[in-house]
């Protein structure tokens, strides 16, 4: 099976972690601040602070910015659940807006959807494709809220050449296993903000800040969400690596741009020239063509070894958000529920891969064409 996205660990991954196993240290020393100092260096941020995985980062830049309860943050039901969770576990309410055709979500759909509320714009760069940032920032701006960027699928995605990390108040990494690199689980929130560094770093540590000697003292509520230092050596050595991958998921990314250029059952989505996408993942958007034979495609392509997949059921379709906030379809959203599917795309992919994936593709979207659907 090829997977839709992977790790890949490599030997001197494995020594670093190795090392750290041997040390002093397994948790709050030093490498959880080098790694700290890398991602703000390479994302060109002031802080960085990092956590023991995106969750738990949405979760500290949500409270770090006063959301709490009966607040709203405008956010995108595109994406993993977590990004609006976290604002339901501080007692908000995610507020969804309709997306694009590329899975951001429609910068023109957000001011009708502000209330005296509303606290925060958090937006998802969808696949690695960077968002409108600079018109959500306006936006924000306009209304004094501030923009958290969930960029899980994001490091290393750029806007004529400026990182994704340095445009939003604050944004948000994962490093989960598949996403563009990897500490096993592990995120991190970035910002220029000194006062948000400073709540991000008592979330994250019980609330705790020291005094002298033994003195401490908790000033504020907080959890147990640090990164282990093994983590951290790790996400060190990967961050190394990050351009190296992003290469390769690019050349795949064009190869396939190439083979299914002008096709007329399915498209791609396009990255401008003035932008570069992480590439985390590879969408297709299936045509309404092929909308009522999408479970038999899917099914097709998992047998013969392809690990494709649906990013994402809108989250307010989830039956926990149904309970919650009752049925509701926002259109484009719908459509592209029904027409994404995500392909193979990741380092650990050779071209020969990359061709076998195209290939398999075509057969399989051809052999279903002939049922067609009605729409
Ligand atoms: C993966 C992901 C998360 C959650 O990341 P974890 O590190 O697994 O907690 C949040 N938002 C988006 C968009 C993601 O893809």
Redo the contacts with the bound molecule.
């Keep these: 099976m090829i997977p839709y996205s992977t790790q890949l660990i490599e030997e001197d991954d494995i020594a670093a972690v190795t090392e750290v196993l041997k040390s002093s240290h397994l948790t709050q020393g030093a490498k959880v601040e080098e790694f700290e100092e890398a991602i703000a260096g390479y994302v060109g941020a002031r802080y960085c602070i990092v956590f023991n ?6 979760h500290a830049a949500y409270d770090a910015c006063g959301i709490g309860h009966g607040d709203e943050i405008i956010t995108t039901p595109i ?2 659940v ?2 609006s969770n976290m604002a339901i576990a501080l007692g908000a309410k995610p507020i969804f807006c309709d997306i694009k055709n590329d899975g951001n979500i429609d910068e023109n759909f957000i001011e009708a959807l502000i209330t005296p509320r509303t606290k925060a714009i958090v937006p ?1 760069d969808f696949a690695g494709k960077p968002v409108a940032i600079k018109v959500l920032n306006s936006i924000a701006k306009k209304h004094g809220l501030k923009v958290i960027e ?1 960029a ?2 994001a490091l290393g995605s750029s806007i004529n050449g400026e990182k994704i990390g340095s445009f939003a108040d604050m944004t ?1 990494f ?3 296993a598949i ?1 563009p690199i990897t500490t096993g ?3 991190a929130v970035v910002t220029d903000n000194e006062e948000f560094a400073r709540a991000l770093r008592l979330f994250r540590s019980h609330g705790i800040i020291k005094k002298q000697l033994w003195n401490s003292d908790m000033v504020s509520l907080g959890y147990n969400f640090r990164m282990t230092e093994f983590a951290a050596a790790l996400g060190l050595s990967q961050l190394k690596k990050l351009n190296r991958f992003i290469d390769i998921r690019e050349s795949i990314g064009h190869y396939y741009d190439e083979r299914f250029q002008g096709h007329n059952l399915f498209s791609t989505i396009p990255i401008d020239s003035s932008e570069q996408s992480a590439r ?1 993942l590879y969408p297709l958007l299936l045509s309404p063509a092929l909308h009522c034979v999408k479970e038999d495609i899917f099914s097709e392509l998992q047998t013969r070894g392809l690990g494709v997949q649906v990013h994402y059921k809108p989250i307010y379709q989830n039956s926990f958000y149904k309970e919650l906030y009752g049925e509701m379809r926002l259109s484009n959203t719908e459509y592209f529920y029904r027409s994404e599917l995500s392909i193979p795309c990741h380092q650990k992919m050779t071209m020969e891969n990359a061709a076998h994936v195209a290939d398999t593709l075509l057969e399989v979207i051809e052999k279903y064409a002939y049922r067609g659907c009605s729409f």
């Design positions: 995985s995106a969750t738990s980062a949405l994406s993993f977590a990004t998802v969930d899980s699928h948000v994962s490093f989960h996403k689980e592990g995120g985390h």
